[in-house]
C-alpha cells in the first residue's frame, strides 16, 4: 500500500543545506506572525525537518540564531548604502533616491526579523548590542563621508558630522522599521524619496549659514 504522508505545505526546502534551512525555516515562521519569544527550537527543528541536536550543531542557542539573521540583513544593506557618493555633475538625490529603494525593498523582504531583533533587544543586551554596533558601522562611514564633502566645500563647515550621521543612520533605520511593519507597500517609493531628500538636503547639501 503506498504511503500517503505529504510533506507539511510551507515545509523546510530539504535541498537546502541543514543550516541555510534553519535559518530559512526560522524567516518563515517569523514572517506568519509567530514572535522570536514563543518560537522554541523543538518547533524550529521539526519545520526544518533537522533533529533538535542538529541545530545545536550549528546554532549555540536561540540568540546566536537571531544575530546571524540580523547579520546578513544588515550586511545586505549597509552594502547597498555604502555604493553610493555623491558625485559632482549627477543627479545625487534621484541616485541617492534609488539606493534607498532598494535599502527599502531589503528592509521589507526582512520585516519579520526586524521585529524579532526590536522584540528581543528590549530585554536582551547581548542582541541588542550587536544591532547597535551594526548601526555604528555604517554611522561611521557615513560620517567619514559628511567630512570629505566638508573638506571639499560642497557641504557646509557648520554642521557636526557626528550628530548629523547620527540623526540620519539611526532615524532612518527606525523609521524604516516601522515603516514597513504599518506600510502594506503602497508608500514605499514616498518612503525612499523622503530618506533621500532628507539626506540630501538636510546633511550632503544644506545651506551654508543656516543653524546645525
Given at each position: 500500500m503506498p504511503s500517503i504522508t505529504?510533506?507539511?505545505?510551507?515545509?523546510?526546502?530539504?535541498?537546502?543545506?541543514?543550516?541555510?534551512?534553519?535559518?530559512?525555516?526560522?524567516?518563515?515562521?517569523?514572517?506568519?506572525?509567530?514572535?522570536?519569544?514563543?518560537?522554541?527550537?523543538?518547533r524550529i527543528a521539526r519545520e526544518a525537518e533537522v533533529a533538535r541536536s542538529t541545530f545545536y550543531t550549528h546554532f549555540a542557542d536561540k540568540t546566536q540564531l537571531l544575530l546571524r539573521l540580523a547579520e546578513s540583513m544588515s550586511q545586505t544593506s549597509f552594502d547597498v548604502a555604502a555604493t553610493w557618493r555623491p558625485t559632482p555633475g549627477e543627479d545625487a538625490p534621484g541616485a541617492l533616491t534609488e539606493v534607498f529603494r532598494q535599502v527599502v525593498r531589503i528592509y521589507r523582504r526582512h520585516a519579520a526579523v526586524l521585529?524579532?531583533?526590536?522584540?528581543?533587544?528590549?530585554?536582551?543586551?547581548?542582541?541588542?548590542?550587536?544591532?547597535?554596533?551594526?548601526?555604528?558601522?555604517?554611522?561611521?562611514?557615513?560620517?567619514?563621508?559628511?567630512?570629505?564633502?566638508?573638506?571639499?566645500?560642497?557641504?557646509?563647515?557648520?554642521?557636526?558630522?557626528?550628530?548629523?550621521?547620527?540623526?540620519?543612520?539611526?532615524?532612518?533605520?527606525?523609521?524604516?522599521?516601522?515603516?514597513?511593519?504599518?506600510?502594506?507597500?503602497?508608500?514605499?517609493?514616498?518612503?525612499?524619496?523622503e530618506l533621500a531628500a532628507t539626506w540630501w538636503y538636510g546633511v550632503y547639501r544644506r545651506p551654508i549659514g543656516q543653524p546645525a
Open positions: 505529504r510533506r507539511p505545505s510551507g515545509g523546510a526546502d530539504r535541498r537546502l543545506p541543514v543550516e541555510a534551512r534553519i535559518l530559512d525555516t526560522t524567516r518563515r515562521l517569523l514572517g506568519e506572525g509567530v514572535t522570536f519569544t514563543e518560537l522554541g527550537v523543538q521585529v524579532a531583533i526590536n522584540e528581543v533587544g528590549a530585554y536582551d543586551p547581548v542582541v541588542r548590542e550587536f544591532w547597535v554596533s551594526r548601526l555604528e558601522r555604517f554611522t561611521r562611514s557615513t560620517e567619514a563621508l559628511v567630512r570629505a564633502e566638508q573638506e571639499s566645500g560642497r557641504a557646509p563647515h557648520d554642521l557636526d558630522p557626528v550628530q548629523a550621521s547620527r540623526l540620519v543612520v539611526l532615524g532612518g533605520d527606525r523609521y524604516l522599521t516601522h515603516h514597513v511593519v504599518v506600510d502594506d507597500g503602497g508608500g514605499d517609493e514616498s518612503a525612499a524619496r
